[in-house]
């Protein structure tokens, strides 16, 4: 059994900073892709950043420059350094990863729980 917990969501002024965390734990044999997607009230969820376990990355255009995705190999664990934030941020934020889990021989995705993140004044 496998599961994804979420830390560090919370309430920033515009312009401010936030980091989240996720965590994997549980009969991982190997974790592929890592990502955050985001859904805000009656909005489609959207993906945010994605890394691979090599480290490459890649980001939606509304967030490129101000966040940063990154992982943590040993701990099973990506974040994402939230810089610059805006109004239009807030959302449930939700971590994503591809692992392959035993017994199984094939990788599935598993998702957080989400995290509230919201950006007001």
């Known amino acids: 059994q496998v599961q994804l917990v979420e830390s560090g969501g919370g309430l920033v002024q515009p312009g401010g900073s936030l980091r989240l965390s996720c965590a994997a734990s549980?009969?991982?044999?190997?974790?592929?892709?890592m990502a955050w997607f985001r859904q805000a009230p009656g909005k489609e969820r959207e993906l945010v950043a994605v890394?691979?376990?090599?480290?490459?990355?890649n980001y939606a255009d509304f967030v490129k420059g101000r966040f940063t995705i990154s992982r943590d190999n040993a701990k099973n664990t990506v974040y994402l350094q939230m810089n610059s934030m805006k109004p239009e941020d807030t959302a449930v934020y939700y971590c994503?990863?591809?692992?392959?889990?035993?017994?199984?021989?094939?990788?599935?995705?598993?998702w957080g729980q989400g995290t509230q993140v919201t950006v007001s004044s």
């Open positions: 994503s990863a591809k692992i392959l889990s035993r017994p199984s021989t094939i990788e599935a995705d598993y």
């Open positions: 549980g009969t991982i044999s190997s974790i592929n892709g």
């Open positions: 890394i691979s376990p090599g480290g490459s990355t």
